[in-house]
C-alpha cells in the first residue's frame, strides 16, 4: 500500500514537473517570437528608410538631378572665371609696364620655363600659338590673375625647343617681337636687351 502511495507521489510530481516545463518552454517560446517580431519589424522599418534614402540619392543622380545640375553650374562657373581672367589679363598692361608673351611655332606643345636663382616661378608646356600667360619683368600686373607672373628681369628662361620660341616684349613706350636668340638666356634684361627705366637708365 505504501509503495502505491510513493508511486502515486512521484507520478504527480512527474507530472507537475512536466507541466512546469511545457509552461516554461511555451512562455520562452512566446517571448522568443515576440522578440524576433521585434527585430523584424526594425529590419524591415531600417530597410525601408534605407530604401527611401536609395530612392532619393537615385534622384540626384539622374539625368538633370542634382549631381549634374552641379558639375554643369560648377564647370559653367569654372569657365565664366577663366574667361574673366583671360579678359582681364587681355586689357591689363598699363603704358609703363614692361611683360613678355610667349608664341610657339609648329604643331607640337613645347616644354619652358621662367626661374630666378632659387625656384622655378612658371614651368610647363606651351601649346602652339600665341600663349596668355604675361610675365611682368617691370613693374607689377594692375590685377593679378591665374595669368599674370613677376618674373625677375635678371632670371633665366629656359625652352625644350628654343628654335620655336618667339618672345613678343611690351615695354615702357613700345612693343617688339624677338626670336629665341642662338645663347641661352641665363639673364633676361642682358640677353633679351630688355628695355628697364630703373635698371639699364636709358
Known sequence: MKLKIILIIISIIALLLALGTEIRMT????????????LS??????VNSLEKELEK????????GLVEKYIVSN???????EDLDRILTYFQ???DSGYIQLYI????DVWVSFRDSNHYIFQGNISPGLNENKFFFFKEPEIET?????????????AGDPSRVFFLIKETGQSRILKHPDIAIDNLSEDLNLYIPTVTGN
Open 41 to 46: 519589424a526594425e529590419l524591415n522599418e531600417r
Open 146 to 158: 591665374s595669368y599674370t607672373f613677376k618674373v625677375p628681369y635678371n632670371g633665366s628662361f629656359k
Open 75 to 81: 564647370k559653367f562657373l569654372k569657365n565664366q572665371m
Open 93 to 95: 598692361g598699363s603704358n
Open 27 to 38: 512562455i520562452f517560446k512566446k517571448n522568443t517570437e515576440s522578440q524576433i517580431n521585434r
Open 57 to 64: 540619392m537615385n534622384t540626384y543622380f539622374q539625368p538633370n
Open 105 to 108: 611655332t609648329g604643331h607640337e
